[in-house]
């Protein structure tokens, strides 16, 4: 039989101890009672066992709560009666704990107090309330409303195959639709659904694109196929294409927000059966590639497109008659900040190349936008500014003539040479020097770059031979300012170093033109080139002799390329009018000094050409120095497709 033993636990605090001590007192108090009857009863204590208990029933009474100290916080106006006595009162309490009233004799002791939560004012707002109104129609109200309309059935063509059917309905002969369709409102709600329906179709492309989903660097199997895999297409809207095929003649990344994206259409090769087709300019966003979210009609063909990187809410659209629009892509239907005038064209040839140069640089002018560079078909180079005006302020920089003697470079025989119609070349593309921000290089079709300098105006700095034909584009290194390739019509890329007249090494794989070629954004050692069929992959590090990938997608022709801000998509137009968004996999692991890896595997495709190795090593260190990079960094004065450039990134959402 078990001994049962209540306690009760004093209020203010009991131990294990204490329990165990009173315990032990229970127990001699019962032996005590048990010897004082057996000595009453005459009993023998000779072979009597005291009984022990088997186990001891402990039972904690809980006692009422004691409160020792409360202080509650409080949240008043400052300016009543009360909030300048709670400011006294904080004030006091600050005194005791932190000033000099810290100093008096205290004691430590254990407590709960509740913590101070400070709050704004903006925080103690009114709770908003709502209710659920019932609305009451019946089937007879409704057949009554759409009898009164006029319904008219339309049939959609959503491709070559695909067909839909849309009835509206009118309103005493006017559609209800187009007026809701002209609210601001309305369209951004329109935009931002598109946006939701498109994200369940494209989640896993547009993670791709993101780069969500890299290789895993510790992966036991690793396959370097250099490959591009086919991500979405920016398809031109039927309503946009009209009857004439229009193709994309230039591409334009936003350099503040990687997202969007813009196309220009018009004609990428000039024939009689398209001299007089229109043009458009479309805002693509990764978030809806199934609708573009800007559009811009044009009467006559657009010949290219470029964000500011100062401004990029600005957008430069050069046109085929020589006209310059800058557009705010985003306000709604807005007209140009600025175009040029008709009186003002010091030309009517078709723009090819726009590039926005830095404010810091314009001596003795004072505007509030960058100014911009603008490459003529007739060769001209000139300079635009904003100003507070509807028209833009022109300035003829240079007007490139043809070359009569025989410039540094590749050798040519121009003893052969026909009479050339005008004395002026072509003008086919232009680049900005990634540290120097006053030069920049000209590209005509005799395949001669010329070096010119917005501080000598009427005049070129140097001239270069780099390709036997027209020369269509030039890229600088990511990794060095003095290393940059350039590729034309002669069927080859050629790679040169700033102080050797001469091509350390060709690229020469297809038989056709190259279109575009950029250098790799996150290996130094890859190239990519665009010719008219193909995508090709080089390595520099494996081999120049042929590329490690070249793909073909439908045979279609492509006119232009360009690399996304993180260097792992691109965007590549054909004269179908799509732009094919492409990602770079099964891409070998990025250097960690990729300097290095570039500088090493150089001299290694030179280890059989001994002279040109050395007029490399006399060179010594060609890449960026501390300096150069501290002052990129600082004031952005490199291109927006430079690796090494940290502009401050502001999101500019179109909107």
Partial sequence: MANNTTIKMDPMRVTLADIQRGITLSKQLDNFKTFATTL??????VGSATRQPKHIKVTLWKTSEILLFEQRSLTVLANTDEGKAIAEDNE???Y???AQGRRRRTIDAEAQTTALLYKSRDVNTERIRTDNVASYVSNFEMFDTYKDLQATTKSVELDEHKKMEITTYRVEGRDTFIDINQQQSFRLA????MRALAGNVFERQQRRFRNMCLPDPLATQVSYRYRVELLWRFQLPHTLAGDKQKAVADLSWCPRNGDILAVAYGVYTFRDDNANSDGCVCIWSIKNPVNPERQYKYRIPVMTVEFSPYNPQLLAVGLSDGTIEVLNITELEAPPIARTHRRSLHNCEPIVAIKWISQSDTIGENYATEPFLALSRDGAVTKYSIINSPHLLANQLV???RIEAKPEGIQLDRTRELLQANRHPQGLNLCLSPIQSDIYYALTDEGSLHKCSTHYPRQHLSVLQVQEAGANAMDFSPWSPKLYLTCGNDWSLNIWLDGIFQPIFTLKHHIGPIHCAHWSRTHSTIIISLSRNYVDVWDIKQSILRPMSSTSINGEYYTCCDLSLCGRSLAVGNEAGNVLMLAFEDMPFPAYYQYDQLEKAILNLL??????????KSLGFFGYTEHVRY?????????????????ERTTVEIT
Avoid: A, F
């Fill in 40 to 45: 009453q009863c005459g009993r023998s204590l």
């Fill in 92 to 94: 006091r309490y600050d």
């Fill in 96 to 98: 005791l704990t932190s």
């Fill in 190 to 193: 329109l935009m931002l659904t």
């Fill in 399 to 401: 007007l490139l003539d």
């Fill in 607 to 616: 280890s059989n050409n001994k002279e040109m190795k050395n007029k490399v």
């Fill in 631 to 647: 002052r990129i960094k600082k004031h952005g004065k490199r291109s927006k497709k430079s690796h090494t450039e940290t502009i």
